[in-house]
């Protein structure tokens, strides 16, 4: 995976997990949460790769395929360089239950979940290699890191956009 980014001053959780995108897009939510996706969500996706309804964040993805996810859950927010990175967002995000999963509206319990303390929080989502996607999305090299740390849930916003957005779907 490409990107750099700066020393993780406290680790609350970590996991590399492999993630089915079937809409062109992953979930990063509460255990319990069960996201609605109205038109104005499906927009926000696809203009910003970034979306948000209670309980859930929505990544977009360049291909509907198994892709690497790294979640990196911290105590304090990350300082780093984006310069590496393909396309950055924040949004931000409650956990009530205490169990984070990252998924496609996928709730079986073969679905790993992480356990992080239950409370508000800001998500930093990075992309790589998108340059690397064939034209039939279906072949390439990128890769997404999600790292949260305990903060405001913060509006959806796009920090790096990469100039040739794909659109989730």
Do not use: C
Not at 9 to 23: M, N, Q, S, T, W
Not at 61 to 82: C, G, K, M, S, Y
């Amino acid at each position: 995976m490409s990107g750099t980014l700066g020393p993780a001053p406290g680790r609350i959780a970590y996991a590399e997990l492999d993630v089915f995108a079937a809409y062109g897009s992953f979930l990063v939510q509460d255990d319990t949460a069960r996201p609605d996706t109205s038109r104005a969500f499906i927009t926000d996706l696809m203009n910003n790769l970034v979306a948000t309804t209670d309980g859930a964040i929505s990544v977009g993805t360049a291909r509907r395929r198994i892709l690497p996810v790294t979640l990196d859950v911290r105590t304090e927010a990350p300082e780093d360089n984006l310069d590496d990175w393909d396309h950055v967002t924040e949004a931000g995000l409650r956990i009530t239950s205490g169990r984070l999963v990252v998924s496609t509206f996928d709730y079986r319990t073969a679905i790993p979940r992480t356990t992080v303390p239950p409370g508000d929080y800001t998500a930093r989502t990075y992309a790589s290699g998108f340059d690397t996607i064939s034209d039939d999305r279906i072949h390439g090299d990128d890769a997404y890191r999600v790292i949260l740390w305990p903060g405001p849930t913060v509006e959806p916003r796009v920090l790096k956009r990469y100039p040739h957005l794909p659109i989730p779907g």
